[in-house]
Nanobody, 122 residues
Framework: QVQLVESGGTLVQAGGSLRLSCAAS????????MGWFRQAPGKEREFVAA???????TIYADSVKGRFTISRDNAKTVYLQMNSLKPEDTAVYYC????????????????WGQGTQVTVSS
């Protein structure tokens, strides 16, 4: 079992930066793939980024590539560094976990946090 708690969401101006954190608990965290998704009002939840268990492999949605960076540490925390933020990045950001391999479809992830709101003003 894995429990996830996100933090770091806030209001930020366009062009600014923000770092989200996801604290994970559970003995199998170190073997899980971790990911970030986001959901804007009236839209479906979409993939943002994911990282494998060792941190050696990461993938990003095209919309955030070059601006966002996902990372993880041995203290059971996953981060999403967001730079050059745009108003279209406004959404609730969710941390997710699943075993084994990275996939980009939300319905294939097993565990979810409660979400943290990111609002980017123009």
């Amino acid at each position: 079992q894995v429990q996830l708690v996100e933090s770091g969401g806030t209001l930020v101006q366009a062009g600014g930066s923000l770092r989200l954190s996801c604290a994970a608990s559970g003995r199998t965290f170190s073997t899980y793939v971790m990911g970030w998704f986001r959901q804007a009002p009236g839209k479906e939840r979409e993939f943002v980024a994911a990282i494998n268990w060792s941190g050696s492999n990461t993938i990003y949605a095209d919309s955030v590539k070059g601006r966002f960076t996902i990372s993880r540490d041995n203290a059971k925390t996953v981060y999403l560094q967001m730079n050059s933020l745009k108003p279209e990045d406004t959404a609730v950001y969710y941390c997710a976990a699943r075993p084994n391999i990275i996939v980009i479809f939300a319905n294939q992830w097993n565990y979810w946090g409660q979400g943290t709101q990111v609002t980017v003003s123009s």
